[in-house]
């Protein structure tokens, strides 16, 4: 079964703008800590953002200004509006679901590509 599913990745110029979608079927969603993060090629997975259940966000310093995370618990939805886009940003972009007592979850991750 899949609980977490991606969407909107893609290749856009640099300077350009793209929104990722994280459609949950989970129970409980507005109860968990939902965040993006992201996988460049060779390199560790990294917090992108993340949004709680009072929607109290934090950002990475590298996105902070650029990206918003936001969510809708009545669509059990979770996006990321990514602007001014540079080739740095390219990655997989995954979304994960967590909570300190509920099951945690991942995403298949969507690639988002940026051309200098």
């Known amino acids: 079964q899949v609980h977490l599913v991606e969407s909107g990745g893609g290749l856009v110029q640099s300077g350009g703008s793209l929104t990722l979608s994280c459609k949950a079927s989970?129970?409980?969603?507005?109860?968990?800590?939902m965040s993006w993060y992201r996988q460049a090629l060779g390199k560790q997975r990294e917090l992108v953002a993340r949004?709680?259940?009072?929607?109290?966000?934090i950002y990475a310093d590298s996105v902070k200004g650029r990206f918003t995370i936001s969510r809708d618990n009545a669509e059990t939805t979770v996006y990321l509006q990514m602007n001014s886009l540079i080739p740095e940003d390219t990655a997989v972009y995954y979304c994960n679901a967590d909570h300190p007592r509920y099951p945690k979850y991942w995403g298949q991750g969507t690639q988002v590509t940026v051309s200098s």
């Open positions: 949004i709680n259940r009072t929607s109290s966000t």
């Open positions: 989970i129970n409980r969603f507005s109860f968990y800590d």
